[in-house]
């Protein structure tokens, strides 16, 4: 691609990484065998909310190599001004961290890690997926 993941700002890695994190939601749930669109679109929502981002990136935090952990940190540090009503500053400081992180792995090629870490982050709900 070109671009240099250290020289982007926490900002426009985080701005990445959501556009990569709906990609593996909307992969994931269509391989889970949800079909309807409302169906997919309501629960892709789910998944995509600072309070479920923040749940699952601490599952993977432990994970996360210090190169990993500094980029999470970046995001999560960045100075944050539209919070929205339905997250906790905590939440959405975190889920923006883990954006950033996917955006900067993204930038990196490196799918696999992407793949590993978002399968450990929301391998409990499959279940939850199944059952909607």
Same mark, same amino acid.
């Given at each position: 691609?070109?671009?240099?993941?250290n020289?982007?700002?926490?900002a426009?890695?985080?701005?990445?990484?959501?556009?990569?994190?709906?990609?593996?939601?909307?992969?994931?749930?269509?391989?889970?065998?949800?079909s309807?669109?409302?169906?997919? @679109?309501?629960?892709?929502?789910?998944? %995509?909310?600072?309070? &479920?981002? $923040?749940?699952? =990136?601490?599952?993977?935090?432990?994970? /996360?190599?210090?190169?990993?952990e500094?980029?999470?940190?970046?995001?999560?540090?960045?100075?944050?001004? @539209?919070?929205?009503?339905?997250?906790t %500053?905590?939440?959405? &400081?975190? $889920?923006?961290? =883990?954006e950033?992180l996917?955006?900067? /792995?993204?930038l990196?090629?490196?799918?696999?890690?992407?793949?590993?870490?978002?399968?450990?982050?929301?391998?409990?709900d499959?279940?939850?997926?199944?059952?909607?």
């Amino acid at each position: 691609m070109g671009i240099k993941p250290n020289e982007c700002s926490a900002a426009a890695l985080a701005y990445l990484g959501d556009a990569v994190l709906e990609v593996c939601v909307r992969e994931y749930l269509v391989n889970s065998g949800l079909s309807s669109s409302a169906r997919l @679109n309501s629960t892709a929502l789910e998944y %995509v909310k600072a309070s &479920r981002q $923040a749940e699952a =990136m601490k599952k993977i935090l432990p994970l /996360l190599t210090e190169e990993e952990e500094a980029v999470f940190k970046r995001g999560r540090n960045m100075g944050h001004t @539209n919070i929205p009503k339905s997250a906790t %500053v905590s939440e959405y &400081r975190s $889920a923006t961290g =883990m954006e950033a992180l996917f955006g900067y /792995l993204h930038l990196e090629g490196r799918k696999e890690r992407i793949a590993e870490l978002f399968a450990l982050a929301y391998e409990a709900d499959k279940n939850e997926t199944n059952n909607i």
